[in-house]
């Protein structure tokens, strides 16, 4: 297995406040899991969803990122499409939810659960 080190200053993902609380919530509620990882895949109607995942270990192309406590993987071949991104935990209404501000998305769709990029 080879995780690499991450270089914030060319691959730059941004874990806000209220989004580090929260895993540190989340991972501190699992008997396993060390770390979150974010990957995205071609979904939706707009063309790509995140997927965070509560994981025990890396996997062999992840990069990893440490925020304070948490180590944040980034899945190697997600990274162009995550470069830039900022990681929120936010109240919409009465729900609260991980978002996403992305540059690189050009678009999403109305219920919010994809979004398109140029590539």
Same mark, same amino acid.
């Given at each position: 297995m080879s995780v690499e080190g991450f270089d914030p200053a060319t691959q730059t993902v941004t874990v806000l406040p209220a989004a580090l609380e929260h895993f540190r919530k989340q991972l501190s509620a699992q008997d396993k899991a060390q770390a979150v990882r974010l990957s995205v895949k071609p979904s939706g109607c707009s063309g790509f969803m995140y997927i965070l995942d509560l994981v025990e270990a890396a996997e062999q %192309?992840?990069?990893?990122?440490?925020? %304070?406590?948490? $180590?944040?993987?980034?899945? *190697?071949?997600?990274?162009?499409?995550? *470069? =830039?991104?900022?990681?929120?935990?936010? *109240?919409? =209404?009465? &729900? *609260?939810?991980?978002?996403?501000?992305?540059? &690189?998305? $050009?678009?999403?769709? #109305?219920? #919010? %659960?994809?979004? $398109?990029?140029?590539?």
């Open positions: %192309e992840d990069l990893k990122l440490q925020v %304070e406590d948490v $180590t944040l993987l980034i899945d *190697r071949a997600s990274l162009p499409i995550v *470069r =830039g991104s900022e990681i929120d935990y936010v *109240r919409e =209404g009465i &729900n *609260r939810q991980v978002k996403f501000i992305n540059p &690189n998305a $050009t678009s999403e769709c #109305g219920c #919010g %659960e994809s979004f $398109t990029v140029n590539e």
